[in-house]
């Protein structure tokens, strides 16, 4: 029996869980701006300058074992240093990981099938096809 994750039914819950640490980074980010104004010391203000920041954060797997129940991860906020964490993995639908062997298997039935049927259809066109001689 075999587990489920994104439509793929992979032989065990290891292998399902390396596929998912595999794809798991994300990148987010977000910008924030902030008008600064300098005065001209009457506390009237002459110029301003509007500042953006851009924040971006990710998220990787650091996982190498995939045998506990926890996915250790990686959170980063401006490719900074590695903040650890943990969260948890999907829940894993349990799968017949032998459908694709057995899937195969049927088609090449319906395949002979349906050569056996082409072949006994052009045998007996054969058996009554002959020629009439017209008197």
Not at 41 to 52: I, M, Q
């Amino acid at each position: 029996m075999g587990v489920l994750h994104k439509g793929v039914c992979y032989p065990d819950t290891q292998t399902a869980k390396k596929e998912f640490c595999s794809s798991f980074y994300t990148l987010w980010g977000g910008s924030s701006s902030t008008t600064i104004s300098t005065g001209n010391g009457n506390g009237n203000a002459n110029n301003s300058t509007t500042v953006t920041t851009q924040t971006f954060s990710s998220l990787e797997c650091m996982a190498t074992n995939f045998e506990i129940p926890t996915l250790p991860i990686c959170r980063r906020l401006n490719g900074g240093s590695c903040v650890a964490g943990t969260t948890t993995y999907p829940t894993f639908t349990p799968c017949d990981h032998a459908g694709s062997q057995d899937l195969a298997y049927e088609w090449f039935l319906i395949a002979l099938g349906l050569l056996v049927v082409v072949w006994g259809g052009k045998q007996l066109v054969r058996l009554f096809d002959f020629h009439h001689d017209r008197d």
